[in-house]
């Protein structure tokens, strides 16, 4: 079974750029998580999806930070404009449903604001 | 509001002897409990969780931990260390069922687990 897929893998960029990252998570998983993990800190949840609907945004800067699940399968996350603070790996995450479900990780991407 | 306190950011334990990881948590509900792994450059895999019952919870490479709802614990322990031990370890909580919650993780800051021979 493929897992959670991501890319790019990584990006650098200039501060007040934008920039965009893809998720297509595991075949038949109802909930997509994008996760923001700055260095040295744990992950923490951005926005979760269940199928096309927003299920909680609570901690997504919605003045620079956009996301859409298209169908219910694939997930783009946008930056713009960027902040150097943005400096972070953005790990996606797929599960069958809600609680107690395991989350399965993608790789990451890992974004450098300079 | 849950949260997530792991103890130690860095632990350092050598080859064979017994691994440690601390993992104390806030909240109001029964919680659900997990602890992931993550090696460099790779996102995180699951090692364990506890939802409900045996309160004791085997998980993969054999790594288990205890809920002890007393103490609000879930304590990762491994009875000897291998070299491939060596990543970074998250505790987690989640709303459980009473919290009406969805499948939201909430990570701790993690702890680096260094094996030296």
């Known amino acids: 079974e493929a897992g959670v897929a991501q890319s790019p893998r990584y990006k650098i960029i200039e501060k007040r750029q934008s920039v965009a990252f893809w998720c297509n998570p595991i075949?038949?998983?109802?909930?997509l998580y994008w996760y923001q993990q700055i260095l040295g800190q744990g992950p923490k949840l951005l926005i979760q999806?269940?199928?096309?609907?927003?299920?909680?945004d609570s901690q997504l800067p919605k003045d620079r930070f956009s996301a859409e699940r298209l169908k219910g399968v694939d997930s783009t996350l946008k930056i713009q404009p960027a902040k150097l603070e943005d400096s972070a790996v953005y790990l996606c995450?797929?599960?069958?449903?809600?609680?107690?479900?395991?989350?399965?990780f993608g790789p990451g991407t890992r974004l450098l604001v300079l | 509001a849950q949260s997530v306190t792991q103890l130690g950011s860095h632990v350092s334990v050598s080859e064979g002897a017994l691994v440690l990881l601390r993992c104390n948590y806030s909240?109001?509900?029964?919680?659900?409990l997990f602890w992931y792994v993550q090696y460099p450059n790779q996102g995180l895999q699951l090692l364990l969780k506890?939802?409900?019952?045996?309160?004791l919870v085997k998980g993969i490479n054999g790594f288990e931990a205890e809920f002890k709802k007393s103490e609000t614990s879930f304590h990762l322990t491994k009875p000897s260390a291998h070299m491939s031990d060596a990543a970074e370890y998250f505790c987690?909580?989640?709303?459980?069922?009473?919290?009406?919650?969805?499948?939201?993780?909430?990570f701790g800051a993690g702890t680096r687990l260094a094996v030296h021979p």
């Open positions: 987690a909580v989640s709303p459980g069922l009473y919290s009406g919650g969805y499948n939201k993780l909430i």
């Open positions: 909240s109001s509900v029964p919680p659900y």
């Open positions: 506890y939802t409900t019952g045996a309160t």
């Open positions: 075949s038949g998983h109802a909930t």
């Open positions: 995450a797929s599960s069958l449903g809600g609680p107690p479900e395991t989350q399965y």
């Open positions: 999806f269940q199928n096309n609907g927003v299920v909680d």
